[in-house]
């Protein structure tokens, strides 16, 4: 049973290019939650897309979008990218009708903006 | 709104001792709790998580945790440190979201050193 995968592992990007980030859910979860985890600090919550539209977002700008496609995947997109967007991007997974679900994390994409 | 305190960026035990990971929160409701352990270069893993059931919960690796109501804390701990077990460790709070979905709100992290 294969968890939860992320591509690509590493990613280098230059000022105000636009980076797509992709995620696979783990089996038989539904739902796939975006966190973005700074350098020494913990994730911080970007969206989370179920049946393919956005459900929740954080405090995140509008550079920042996403996609959920009818297999669950998803994908992450930041437009106009800043230094400040470096960061490890993690994807999670979980079931939405088992709400208190504990969320799968994959193993992140890190993303170094120059 | 939620949040989590982690006290001590850094702590660091010798091999075989006790193992004490502080963790305060704060929720306007009764929260679930979680703690996850990340190693380098990966993503994070469950360690375990309390729902409003027994306050001592056990999760793998022999870490256990709990909630203490009254001092607003889910402290982590295990009796026995391993070489294995350095790594940064999280704290998470979470309560309902607008769409009825629990999003978990993490501390900063605290990284945890084992010495032989």
């Known amino acids: 049973d294969a968890g939860v995968t992320q591509s690509p592992t590493h990613l280098i990007k230059t000022r105000g290019q636009q980076v797509t980030l992709r995620c696979s859910p783990k089996?038989?979860?539904?739902?796939v939650s975006w966190y973005q985890q700074a350098l020494g600090q913990g994730p911080q919550f970007i969206f989370q897309?179920?049946?393919?539209?956005?459900?929740q977002r954080g405090n995140f700008p509008d550079r920042f979008s996403g996609h959920q496609f009818p297999n669950y995947s998803s994908e992450l997109n930041v437009n106009a990218l800043l230094l400040g967007d470096s960061a490890l991007y993690l994807c999670?997974?979980?079931?939405?009708?088992?709400?208190?679900?504990?969320?799968?994390f994959g193993p992140g994409t890190r993303l170094l903006v120059l | 709104a939620q949040s989590v305190t982690q006290l001590g960026s850094h702590v660091s035990v010798s091999e075989g001792a006790l193992v004490l990971l502080r963790c305060n929160y704060s929720?306007?409701?009764?929260?679930?709790l979680f703690w996850y352990v990340q190693y380098p270069n990966q993503g994070l893993q469950l360690l375990l998580k309390?729902?409003?059931?027994?306050?001592l919960v056990k999760g793998i690796n022999g870490f256990e945790a709990e909630f203490k109501k009254s001092e607003t804390s889910f402290h982590l701990t295990k009796p026995s440190a391993h070489m294995s077990d350095a790594a940064e460790y999280f704290c998470?709070?979470?309560?309902?979201?607008?769409?009825?979905?629990?999003?978990?709100?993490f501390g900063r992290g605290t990284s945890l050193i084992v010495h032989p």
């Open positions: 999670a997974s979980s079931l939405y009708k088992f709400s208190q679900e504990t969320q799968y």
């Open positions: 089996s038989g979860h539904d739902t």
């Open positions: 897309y179920y049946e393919e539209e956005e459900r």
């Open positions: 929720s306007s409701v009764p929260p679930y």
């Open positions: 309390y729902t409003s059931a027994a306050t």
């Open positions: 998470a709070v979470s309560d309902r979201g607008r769409g009825g979905s629990y999003i978990p709100t």
